[in-house]
C-alpha cells in the first residue's frame, strides 16, 4: 500500500485539473490532502514540509528566474507594437509571387516571433489572427494553412531565447546537481540556461528548414493548395521592396541578435539580457509610434499576470515534490525507471512518452516543475548529457502541443480560426509537421551532438 500512494497522487492530480481547477491550487491544494491523509495514518513524515519556506525562499531569490517576467514583458510588448504585423505584410510581399510565399512568410516570421517573444500561445493566436483569413482568401488549402499556423507557432518552444528553455534550464541546473551529489560528485559541474539556449539553435534551426522543405514539396506536387499571389496584389516596385523589407525586418533582427548575442558572446547572464530584451521591445515599440501609456499599462498587468501564474505554479509544484519525496516517490520512480528493460534507452523512451501523454493535459510549465525534478537527477545519474535531455524535452512537449486531439496549439488556434476552418481541417494541417517533428526528436536521439556539440564550441 505505501509504494502505491506516489502514483495515487499523481493520479488524483491529474483528475483535479481535468475537473478544470486552476493548477497552482490543483497541485499544492491534492499535495496538502494526501500529506493530511498520510499523517493521519502514519505513512508521511509531516517533516517534509518544513522544507517548504527555504523552498519558496529559493524561488523567490532565485536570479536566473528574474528573466522569465522580463521576457513575458518583451513578447507582451511587441505584440503591442504590431511587429508581427508588419513583418508579415511584409514577408507576404517578398514571397508572394512563388507558390507556397504565404506559407513561408509564416513560418519565417513565426521563427521571428519565437525567437522575440518565445510565448506560444501568443503567437499562434497572433498568426491565426492575422495570417489565416489572408491566406484562405488567396485560396490556400484550409488544413495546410492552419498546420503551418500552428507549426511555426510552436517554434516558440525551441528557438531561444524560450520561457520554455529558461524554466527548464533553471530546473535542470538543480537536477544536475543533485544527480552528482547522490552520484558522490561532491564539486559538481554545472549546466546553466546559456547552455540550453545554445543547444536548442542547431535542431530548432532544423525544424524551421525541414519546414520550408515540405512547404517548398507542397509547391511541386499539390500547386492548387499553395498558390502565388495574383499580379495585381504584388509588390511592383523591387528596390521599394527591399527598402521596406530592410526598415521592417532589420529592428526584430536587431533585437534578438542583441538578446542572444550578448548571452552566446558571453557579455550577459539570460537574465541581463532578458533585460536588454524588454529595454529593447520598448524602443521598437516607439519607433512604431505604438509607446503610450495606455499600452504600457496593458503590457505590465499582461506580464504580472503571466509571472503571477508562472510563480505561483513554481510554488505549488515544490509542495507537490516535497509531499511525493515524503511518501518515498523518489525511490519509486527510480526503481522503476533503472529495472527497466533497456537500461538508459529504455528510461528515456518511456519518459518521453509519459510527457508526451502529459503535454495533452498539462502546460509545459507543469511539466517542467513537477515532472522533471522528479526524473531529471535519476536519467542524469545515468550518464545523459542535460543540454541534450533539456532539448529533447522541449521538442518532445513541442510535439505533444500539436498532437491532436488535445494539442495546446490546435485549441489556440481553433479559438481564432473562422467558422468556415472545420476542426478536422486543423487536425489533418498539423501531421505533416508532426512527422517532421518526430524526424528530429529521432535524429537529435541517435546525434546528441546536434545539442552539445555548439555549446562546447561556445564554453568548451
Request: hydrophobic share 55%; aromatic share 10%.
Given at each position: ?20 481547477y486552476p493548477v497552482a491550487f490543483s497541485l499544492g491544494g ?431
Amino acid at each position: 500500500m505505501p509504494e502505491l500512494l506516489p502514483l495515487l497522487l499523481f493520479l488524483a492530480v491529474c483528475l483535479v485539473l481535468l475537473l478544470g481547477y486552476p493548477v497552482a491550487f490543483s497541485l499544492g491544494g491534492t499535495a496538502l490532502a494526501f500529506a493530511w491523509i498520510g499523517g493521519f495514518t502514519g505513512y508521511f513524515d509531516g517533516a517534509f514540509l518544513e522544507a517548504l519556506p527555504n523552498r519558496l525562499y529559493g524561488i523567490m531569490t532565485n536570479e536566473t528566474l528574474i528573466a522569465v517576467p522580463l521576457f513575458v514583458f518583451m513578447g507582451v510588448m511587441l505584440e503591442r507594437s504590431r511587429v508581427a504585423e508588419n513583418l508579415l505584410d511584409t514577408m507576404a510581399a517578398l514571397f508572394g509571387p512563388r507558390r507556397g510565399g504565404l506559407g513561408i512568410s509564416v513560418t519565417l516570421v513565426g521563427m521571428l516571433l519565437a525567437a522575440s517573444t518565445g510565448i506560444v500561445g501568443a503567437t499562434v493566436v497572433t498568426m491565426g489572427l492575422l495570417s489565416l483569413p489572408t491566406m484562405l482568401r488567396r485560396n490556400y488549402d484550409p488544413a495546410l494553412s492552419s498546420g503551418v499556423i500552428c507549426a511555426a507557432g510552436t517554434l516558440g518552444q525551441i528557438i531561444p531565447p524560450s520561457i520554455v528553455l529558461v524554466l527548464l534550464g533553471d530546473v535542470l541546473s538543480a537536477a544536475y546537481q543533485q544527480a552528482q551529489l547522490d552520484m558522490g560528485i561532491f564539486s559538481p559541474d554545472t549546466v546553466s540556461v546559456g547552455d540550453l539556449f545554445v543547444g536548442a539553435l542547431i535542431p530548432g534551426l532544423l525544424l524551421v528548414v525541414l519546414y520550408l522543405l515540405y512547404i517548398g514539396g507542397v509547391a511541386v506536387f499539390r500547386p492548387a493548395a499553395v498558390p502565388a499571389l495574383p499580379e495585381e496584389e504584388r509588390e511592383q516596385e523591387l528596390g521599394r521592396l527591399w527598402r521596406r523589407v530592410v526598415k521592417v525586418l532589420l529592428p526584430p533582427l536587431l533585437l534578438i541578435f542583441a538578446v542572444l548575442g550578448s548571452i552566446l558572446g558571453g557579455l550577459a547572464t539570460p537574465t541581463e539580457a532578458a533585460s536588454v530584451g524588454a529595454v529593447g521591445a520598448m524602443l521598437l515599440a516607439l519607433s512604431q509610434g505604438q509607446l503610450n501609456r495606455e499600452t504600457l499599462r496593458a503590457v505590465m498587468l499582461g506580464t504580472t499576470r503571466v509571472t503571477s501564474m508562472v510563480f505561483l505554479i513554481f510554488i505549488g509544484a515544490s509542495l507537490f515534490s516535497l509531499v511525493f519525496r515524503g511518501f518515498g516517490g523518489d525511490e519509486v520512480v527510480t526503481d522503476f525507471l533503472t529495472d527497466l528493460p533497456g537500461g538508459v534507452v529504455g528510461a528515456v523512451a518511456l519518459v518521453m512518452l509519459v510527457m508526451f501523454l502529459l503535454g495533452f493535459i498539462l502546460d509545459f510549465i507543469e511539466i517542467t516543475f513537477v515532472v522533471v525534478p522528479i526524473v531529471g537527477p535519476i536519467l542524469l545519474a545515468m550518464g545523459l548529457d542535460p543540454v541534450w535531455l533539456g532539448v529533447m524535452i522541449a521538442i518532445n512537449l513541442q510535439t505533444s502541443f500539436l498532437t491532436p486531439p488535445f494539442g495546446f496549439a490546435l485549441f489556440y488556434l481553433r479559438g481564432v480560426a473562422p467558422p468556415e476552418v472545420s476542426t478536422g481541417a486543423i487536425y489533418r494541417g498539423v501531421v505533416p509537421f508532426i512527422l517532421i517533428q518526430l524526424l528530429v526528436l529521432g535524429l537529435l536521439a541517435l546525434w546528441p551532438e546536434m545539442a552539445t556539440w555548439l555549446p562546447g564550441v561556445f564554453y568548451g
